[in-house]
């Protein structure tokens, strides 16, 4: 069976990436709790 790809709004992506800014949670840590993988965080956090 073939997966759909997720789908994120922009408040979304910019939520997880001034918390990633914040840097008071690790990148894997922010991964684990929006169930993301930490290269996504990263380049979200760079085109914020």
Do not use: C
């Not at 408040?11 to 169930?35: C, I, N, P």
Request: charged share 35%.
């Amino acid at each position: 069976m073939k997966q759909t790809r997720r789908k994120f709004d922009s408040a979304f992506k910019a939520k997880v990436a001034l918390e990633a800014l914040r840097e008071r949670e690790t990148l894997s840590g922010l991964a684990v709790k929006y169930d993301l993988h930490p290269n996504q965080i990263s380049q979200w956090k760079q085109e914020f």
